[in-house]
C-alpha cells in the first residue's frame, strides 16, 4: 500500500504543466476537525482523537482539473476498555486521484491583490488499514494490515492567495462516507467510521499570467 502512495504521488508530480492557462499546486494538509467512530463488542468510542495529514497535487485549466493524495491517519485506541490490552499503533494509509475545481478567476476579490477562491472535489479513495502493537504491550509485536477498499470522498472549500498567485493556504470540508471493517484486527467486529474533517492546508502553486 505505501508502494502505490508514492506511486501515485510520483506520477501527479511528473505530470506536464506547461499548456498556456494551466495552473499547478502541490499541498500540504493537516486535519483540525476530525472526527472519528469507533465500534466493537463491548464498546463503542466517539469522536475519537486522532491526527490525520495529507499531501496532494493538483493541476487543471481555468476551473477544472485533476487531483491526487495520499493520507495518513493516525487512530486512537487509548481509552477502549478490554481486556486483554490491545492498545497499539493502529493506522490508515489512503490513496486517492479525482477532479478539482479551483477557478483561475476568483470567486471574492479583495482589493487588488487578495483573492478568495471556491474550490471543491471529488476523489475516488482506495484505503488500508495497518496495525502494529507495541512491545510495551507484547513480548512478541504483532503486525496486521487489511487489503485496500475503495470509497468516494468529497470535499469543499476555500483558498486564500495573492491575485495573480495561487500559493496560499486553504480550508476545506472533507466527507468521507465510508466504514471500514477490520477482520484480522485483535478486536472482534472492529469498525471505523471517519465522516467528516475539516483541514486547513499550504500550497504552493504557478503563478496566473
Known sequence: M???????????????????NWIWSGELSYNIIDEQE???????????????????YNIGGRAFGF???????????????????????LYLLEASAGIRYYPIIPTIRIGTTIAIRFTAGFLIDVAAYGWKQNEEYSPDPVRKSSPGVANPLVYGGFCFSPFRNTT?????????????????????????????AVSISFFIGSRID
Open 168 to 196: 496560499g493556504l486553504s480550508i476545506r470540508f472533507v466527507y468521507r462516507p465510508k466504514e471500514f471493517a477490520m477482520q484480522n484486527f485483535p478486536l472482534k467486529d472492529f469498525t471505523l467510521k471517519e465522516p467528516y
Open 2 to 20: 505505501k508502494a502505490h502512495l508514492f506511486t501515485i504521488l510520483a506520477t501527479c508530480l511528473f505530470i506536464d504543466a506547461s499548456a498556456q
Open 67 to 89: 487531483c491526487c493524495q495520499a493520507d495518513y491517519t493516525k487512530i486512537d485506541l487509548k481509552n477502549i476498555n478490554i481486556q486483554p490490552a490491545v492498545k497499539g499503533s
Open 38 to 56: 469507533i465500534q466493537y463488542i463491548g464498546g463503542k468510542l466517539n469522536n475519537t482523537s486522532a491526527y490525520s495529514f495529507s499531501a496532494g
